[in-house]
């Protein structure tokens, strides 16, 4: 369906919509209650979830550190009324949770300047009113008010979502779940219901979907926003949206569109390190909350019941000792955690990922699943606007620790440090073009603002977004490798070509080797390391070593013949520091300064060759430069030769790639 809306128009298309509803997929949603999530009777062939079924999670032993928990919120009022009423003795507990649920929903929701959390807030009215529905307590009255406060709010964000969109935002992804459940719970009882249902629905299909699939399994704006809101709410369109009219969306993604939300699994397990703390990247204002990872995981795990990510959800509630949800959505857990599910351990997963190729170009290298093992990360794609950063190329090194890190915190949105810092390219492990006649200037790539691609046609023909590529990459058993350009991160007249190579190799060594050619001699290519913890630093200079919790990172720059390797305080740009303030505390682990390498060498061309052992800080701790493997290099006939301790391998001169 086309974006039309004013509201003289809702209103017209809200006329017609009972003839346009025998055509489309509003017309088939059930008109039993519940009907959200799960039914009362078999459904989907007997596999689809029904109310007996959790009334039997919920009372199981197992349950027990949860069930406390399910209640206070609307949607967790609504589901313990809904599972208790089956009991006698309970019924009064059942009263009291769907009163508290009922007069909630008594109130209309305010939708004035709505964000993500109005669509979040409107999608629990809308299941409430569908968990409800046949409670004694819910009576024809009190329904009539909040069928008109649901719809009263599904309109606004109809509104708001004609009003302007991106779809690589939270809000949209917020709004269309917030409709599209409104519809669904409505429908057949409230006149504007198939309309919603119908929006919603066209929404995601036309417009979200697509975002999703570009970004394959992976999201943007970091674990934060993106386990919190974007895979979560999508999760909730697709299972109500199952329920509801009996269309698999789940399946269809599997078998048409690349099985993105299934990856959406993986990029949850390959991110989180063994710590319980997560990948760094984007905004990520939580690096740690698993509540976020189990909504998202779960969810699909109910859908495609896949045995090593049931294994993964069980690690998660063993590590956080049975409390893997959060008070107020500890509903989800009912919904989703089918704890007969055949499981496997995540140590059968490949130890090696790519993500959106196309869109992101994330890889992630593990080592292995051990707890002291190592994770590689490398992104070099596109940009895509809210809550991500100005960042093509940075690799992230984490062994028992983060080690070498994109620095800085969620300490602000609109304040300095992360407009001046955190946000750009300065705070991550990648290149800076500087110019020396402008010595303030950060020397980073394209900061822009991406907000109103709302098709992913538009979000394609956005010449902007467009900041990188991964041009190769291959996974052998030994070797990693990825290549990738991001020149068109960079603004005009810094670069005429940026590539970086990675390769991981035999689970120890991180080669990085950076191409620049910068569109002026008098430019300066700087290849930026930071560091987590104070690194120590070996006598010629070309050698650095970070250690932190048992796990040690030690960098050797091997490339340029005359290499710089100069370091530089935390927060600094342009020789200014930005102080690490804002509205939220500042954390451990943040940063404390990085090296920059550059090349004394003059002209244009630069290549930088840095390999990064990654290993354990050794038992005697005055031994902190201890001998390290065997790296050397060599330049002929058109080659670079990198030995490592045995290995040896070979990458173009010119260009990139890899020889054999
Ligand atoms: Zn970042």
């Given at each position: 369906?086309?974006?039309?809306?004013?509201?003289?128009?809702?209103?017209?298309?809200?006329?017609?919509?009972?003839?346009?509803?025998?055509?489309?997929?509003?017309?088939?949603?059930?008109?039993?209650?519940?009907?959200?999530?799960?039914?009362?009777?078999?459904?989907?062939?007997?596999?689809?979830?029904?109310?007996?079924?959790?009334?039997?999670?919920?009372?199981?032993?197992?349950?027990?550190?949860?069930?406390?928990?399910?209640?206070?919120?609307?949607?967790?009022?609504?589901?313990?009324?809904?599972?208790?009423?089956?009991?006698?003795?309970?019924?009064?507990?059942?009263?009291?949770?769907?009163?508290?649920?009922?007069?909630?929903?008594?109130?209309?929701?305010?939708?004035?300047?709505?964000?993500?959390?109005?669509?979040?807030?409107?999608?629990?009215?809308?299941?409430?009113?569908?968990?409800?529905?046949?409670?004694?307590?819910?009576?024809?009255?009190?329904?009539?008010?909040?069928?008109?406060?649901?719809?009263?709010?599904?309109?606004?964000?109809?509104?708001?979502?004609?009003?302007?969109?991106?779809?690589?935002?939270?809000?949209?992804?917020?709004?269309?779940?917030?409709?599209?459940?409104?519809?669904?719970?409505?429908?057949?009882?409230?006149?504007?219901?198939?309309?919603?249902?119908?929006?919603?629905?066209?929404?995601?299909?036309?417009?979200?979907?697509?975002?999703?699939?570009?970004?394959?399994?992976?999201?943007?704006?970091?674990?934060?926003?993106?386990?919190?809101?974007?895979?979560?709410?999508?999760?909730?369109?697709?299972?109500?949206?199952?329920?509801?009219?009996?269309?698999?969306?789940?399946?269809?993604?599997?078998?048409?569109?690349?099985?993105?939300?299934?990856?959406?699994?993986?990029?949850?397990?390959?991110?989180?390190?063994?710590?319980?703390?997560?990948?760094?990247?984007?905004?990520?204002?939580?690096?740690?909350?698993?509540?976020?990872?189990?909504?998202?995981?779960?969810?699909?795990?109910?859908?495609?019941?896949?045995?090593?990510?049931?294994?993964?959800?069980?690690?998660?509630?063993?590590?956080?000792?049975?409390?893997?949800?959060?008070?107020?959505?500890?509903?989800?857990?009912?919904?989703?955690?089918?704890?007969?599910?055949?499981?496997?351990?995540?140590?059968?997963?490949?130890?090696?990922?790519?993500?959106?190729?196309?869109?992101?170009?994330?890889?992630?290298?593990?080592?292995?699943?051990?707890?002291?093992?190592t994770?590689v990360?490398?992104?070099?794609?596109?940009?895509?606007?809210?809550?991500?950063?100005?960042?093509?190329?940075?690799v992230d090194i984490y062994r028992r620790a983060p080690l070498l890190i994109?620095s800085?915190?969620?300490?602000?949105?609109?304040?300095?440090?992360?407009?001046?810092?955190?946000?750009?390219?300065?705070?991550?492990n990648t290149i800076?073009?500087?110019?020396?006649?402008?010595?303030?200037?950060?020397?980073?790539?394209?900061?822009?603002?991406?907000?109103?691609?709302?098709?992913?046609?538009?979000?394609?023909?956005?010449?902007?977004?467009?900041?990188?590529?991964?041009?190769?990459?291959?996974?052998?058993?030994?070797?990693?490798?990825?290549?990738?350009?991001?020149?068109?991160?960079?603004?005009?007249?810094?670069?005429?070509?940026?590539?970086r190579e990675v390769a991981f190799v035999d689970n120890r060594f991180v080669v990085v080797l950076d191409?620049?050619?910068?569109?002026?001699?008098?430019?300066?290519a700087r290849v930026l390391w930071h560091c987590s913890t104070f690194p120590q630093r070996a006598k010629e200079g070309r050698r650095f070593t970070v250690d932190r919790q048992g796990g040690r990172a030690v960098a050797t720059v091997l490339l340029p013949d005359k290499a710089v390797v100069a370091w530089v305080d935390s927060?600094?740009?342009?020789?200014?520091?930005?102080?690490?303030?804002?509205?939220?505390?500042?954390?451990?682990?943040?940063g404390v300064g990085r090296f920059e390498i550059t090349d004394e060498a003059?002209?244009?061309?630069h290549i930088f060759l840095t390999v990064i052992e990654v290993t354990d800080v050794p038992?005697d701790p005055n031994a902190w430069d201890p001998p390290v493997g065997e790296v050397s290099v060599q330049i002929?006939?058109?080659?670079i030769r990198i030995q490592l301790d045995g290995r040896e391998?070979?990458m173009?001169?010119?260009?990139?790639?890899?020889?054999?």
């Amino acid at each position: 369906m086309k974006r039309y809306l004013s509201l003289t128009l809702l209103i017209a298309v809200v006329l017609v919509a009972g003839l346009h509803s025998l055509l489309s997929a509003a017309s088939t949603v059930v008109r039993e209650h519940p009907r959200l999530f799960f039914r009362s009777g078999a459904w989907d062939n007997g596999r689809g979830l029904t109310l007996a079924e959790i009334r039997s999670r919920y009372g199981r032993e197992d349950a027990s550190v949860v069930r406390g928990q399910l209640n206070g919120s609307l949607a967790n009022d609504a589901l313990r009324a809904l599972i208790l009423q089956a009991y006698p003795d309970s019924m009064q507990a059942s009263v009291e949770a769907a009163q508290r649920a009922i007069a909630k929903l008594s109130q209309p929701i305010d939708c004035n300047n709505p964000t993500t959390t109005q669509g979040e807030v409107l999608g629990y009215y809308a299941m409430a009113y569908d968990w409800l529905h046949g409670h004694p307590s819910f009576n024809e009255a009190s329904k009539k008010v909040a069928r008109e406060n649901i719809a009263t709010a599904a309109q606004s964000l109809i509104r708001a979502l004609g009003g302007g969109s991106h779809i690589f935002h939270t809000r949209m992804y917020g709004w269309a779940t917030g409709v599209a459940l409104a519809g669904l719970a409505l429908a057949g009882e409230h006149p504007d219901a198939d309309f919603f249902t119908e929006y919603g629905g066209d929404f995601y299909q036309e417009r979200l979907f697509p975002a999703r699939a570009l970004q394959d399994g992976a999201v943007h704006n970091s674990f934060g926003y993106g386990r919190k809101y974007t895979m979560w709410l999508t999760g909730h369109f697709i299972s109500c949206w199952h329920s509801a009219t009996a269309e698999n969306l789940w399946k269809t993604i599997d078998t048409e569109q690349g099985g993105w939300a299934r990856k959406e699994m993986l990029f949850n397990i390959y991110g989180r390190y063994p710590d319980g703390t997560y990948l760094r990247f984007g905004d990520s204002y939580s690096l740690t909350s698993d509540f976020y990872t189990f909504r998202a995981v779960s969810e699909r795990v109910a859908a495609y019941r896949d045995p090593v990510c049931q294994g993964f959800l069980q690690k998660l509630i063993e590590q956080n000792a049975g409390l893997v949800v959060e008070k107020p959505t500890a509903y989800v857990y009912f919904l989703n955690y089918d704890p007969e599910l055949k499981s496997v351990p995540i140590g059968t997963l490949p130890t090696r990922k790519l993500f959106s190729r196309d869109g992101l170009g994330m890889a992630v290298w593990k080592s292995g699943w051990e707890d002291n093992g190592t994770t590689v990360f490398f992104k070099c794609g596109n940009y895509f606007g809210n809550h991500g950063h100005f960042d093509q190329g940075h690799v992230d090194i984490y062994r028992r620790a983060p080690l070498l890190i994109d620095s800085g915190h969620y300490l602000t949105f609109g304040g300095e440090f992360r407009t001046e810092y955190w946000h750009r390219t300065v705070a991550h492990n990648t290149i800076l073009i500087t110019d020396p006649a402008l010595p303030r200037e950060e020397g980073g790539q394209r900061v822009f603002s991406s907000q109103s691609d709302d098709t992913i046609g538009k979000y394609l023909a956005n010449s902007q977004a467009e900041t990188g590529d991964l041009l190769e990459y291959v996974e052998r058993d030994w070797f990693s490798y990825a290549a990738g350009d991001f020149t068109a991160a960079y603004p005009a007249g810094r670069a005429e070509s940026v590539t970086r190579e990675v390769a991981f190799v035999d689970n120890r060594f991180v080669v990085v080797l950076d191409k620049v050619r910068t569109s002026r001699p008098e430019l300066t290519a700087r290849v930026l390391w930071h560091c987590s913890t104070f690194p120590q630093r070996a006598k010629e200079g070309r050698r650095f070593t970070v250690d932190r919790q048992g796990g040690r990172a030690v960098a050797t720059v091997l490339l340029p013949d005359k290499a710089v390797v100069a370091w530089v305080d935390s927060f600094e740009v342009g020789g200014r520091k930005i102080q690490p303030a804002g509205k939220y505390a500042a954390v451990d682990g943040m940063g404390v300064g990085r090296f920059e390498i550059t090349d004394e060498a003059p002209g244009t061309d630069h290549i930088f060759l840095t390999v990064i052992e990654v290993t354990d800080v050794p038992a005697d701790p005055n031994a902190w430069d201890p001998p390290v493997g065997e790296v050397s290099v060599q330049i002929e006939g058109g080659a670079i030769r990198i030995q490592l301790d045995g290995r040896e391998f070979r990458m173009r001169h010119t260009g990139i790639g890899l020889l054999h």
